[in-house]
T-cell receptor
């Protein structure tokens, strides 16, 4: 248990659906991140939030919409996804954002396995 | 452009042997490096980090070596155990950006 909880663990959605991924941390961290992990590809940073403010959007398509209502919660809203968006979506948090996308002492959740059909 | 790569996608070792996982990076301005371990069904877990002003750092059963001359990073695991079986990622960070490598799958044979 890393202290970062992601729900749901698995999600299957159609291309016309709207769904949301949730991430929660109670580690007192101020920076939160969304990563995409596809098979046979390196981890890809998607978004960075620092003190609830988005500080990084790594050219992510608008069908992915992040939301950070407070330092403990991070959402990823999904709509009109494509089959190639199927992947493991990982949330991470760190004490601060000394390094964009490469936090010191990063804590990752277990991820949401997303399948788009 | 930036890239971080691992020399081998898979590594198989005998239980009790030492393991060495390698990583090459291309950005000479990188100032911070991290190794992560990802077990099946779990997210990446921080193992050890090293800053560019160091060339060696030791943890519990793990050692990270940094050779800035050839832009090479390695993770050494002493007395490898079955629980060490996982995918290992290196990552480098440079004042605003970080990049993850592809990952090396370590398999420990009993």
């Amino acid at each position: 248990e890393t202290g970062v909880t992601q729900t749901p663990r698995h999600l299957v959605m159609g291309m016309t659906n709207k769904k949301s991924l949730k991430c929660e941390q109670h580690l007192g961290h101020n920076a939160m991140y969304w990563y995409k992990q596809s098979a046979k590809k390196p981890l890809e940073l998607m978004f960075v939030y620092n003190f609830k403010e988005q500080t990084e959007n790594n050219s992510v398509p608008s069908r992915f919409s992040p939301e950070c209502p407070n330092s403990s919660h991070l959402f990823l809203h999904l709509h009109t996804l494509q089959p190639e968006d199927s992947a493991l979506y990982l949330c991470a948090s760190s004490q601060d954002q000394r390094f964009f996308g490469g936090p010191t002492e990063a804590f990752f959740g277990q991820g949401t396995r997303l399948t788009v059909v | 452009g930036e890239s971080v790569g691992l020399h081998l996608p898979t590594l198989s070792v005998q239980e009790g042997d030492n393991s060495i996982i390698n990583c090459a990076y291309s950005n000479s301005a990188s100032d911070y490096f991290i190794w992560y371990k990802q077990e099946s069904g779990k997210g990446p877990q921080f193992i050890i980090d090293i800053r560019s002003n160091m060339d060696k750092r030791q943890g519990q059963r793990v050692t990270v070596l940094l050779n800035k001359t050839v832009k090479h990073l390695s993770l050494q695991i002493a007395a490898t155990q079955p629980g060490d079986s996982a995918v290992y990622f290196c990552a480098e960070a440079n004042a605003g950006k970080s990049t993850f490598g592809d990952g090396t799958t370590l398999t420990v044979k009993p």
